[in-house]
């Protein structure tokens, strides 16, 4: 009893903690959940948000660091891309080996396609951005039909805003680091990995959802 009251606890700390953090990014008053998670759900809930945010950093971290041409790009690419099979990797448990392979497959196509918009970018080519940008959204399109037609409760048309938005905070992350709008950088990065936190906890509570007896 004492050990679910902590876990109790602790779940409902983290909860405040994130709560307060898109509240504050959004400009609204944060609101803490009263509902107390288990720990199966916690044990999902949190491995999926270091996840995305991770790949909100490593691939603003790519974007540095090709920008300036720094040696480590191929090191940060190559953990950028390492991201996207351990997000594959989250939903074998549910899905299976192969929808996890897929699913790397897909979100790999995401970065390599983001890493083109960013070299035509800095060359200055705007016919390639555009080519590029049309590639990366139907990638997009790509990943939400794989998703929802594996999750009902993964709605498509959320899902594909939630996608579409990550793609335009991304963009708009090259675009002040090329302007060398210093601050609107950090602002807008800062919002994509919120941002990135509310997706991951949206897919979470689909396979909740999906699989509540594995959630008891």
């Excluded at 991201?83 to 996890?100: F, S």
């Excluded at 991304?170 to 090329?178: C, G, K, P, S």
Aim: proline share 3%.
């Amino acid at each position: 009893m004492k050990k679910q009251l902590i876990t109790c606890m602790f779940a409902f700390m983290l909860l405040f903690s994130t709560s307060f953090s898109i509240a504050n990014a959004e400009g609204r008053p944060a609101v803490p959940q009263r509902d107390c998670i288990n720990q199966s759900v916690i044990q999902l809930k949190y491995p999926m948000q270091r996840l995305w945010i991770e790949h909100a950093w490593w691939t603003r971290s790519y974007i540095v660091s090709s920008l300036a041409g720094l040696k480590d790009q191929k090191h940060v690419l190559a953990r950028l891309l390492q991201n996207q099979v351990e997000l594959g990797d989250i939903i074998k448990p549910y899905y299976g080996e192969q929808a996890g392979n897929k699913l790397t497959a897909l979100l790999k196509e995401h970065i390599l396609i983001a890493g083109k918009i960013v070299e035509a970018a800095k060359a200055g080519d705007k016919a390639k951005v555009t080519q590029f940008n049309k590639d990366w959204f139907r990638n997009a399109d790509q990943i939400v039909t794989f998703l929802a037609s594996a999750n009902p409760n993964w709605n498509k048309k959320a899902l594909t805003d939630m996608f579409y938005t990550h793609l335009k905070l991304t963009a708009a992350e090259l675009e002040d680091r090329l302007k060398g709008d210093w601050t609107g950088d950090i602002k807008t990065a800062d919002t994509n990995e919120v941002h990135l936190i509310h997706m991951g906890d949206f897919i979470t509570d689909g396979i909740v959802k999906q699989f509540p007896n594995r959630f008891k």
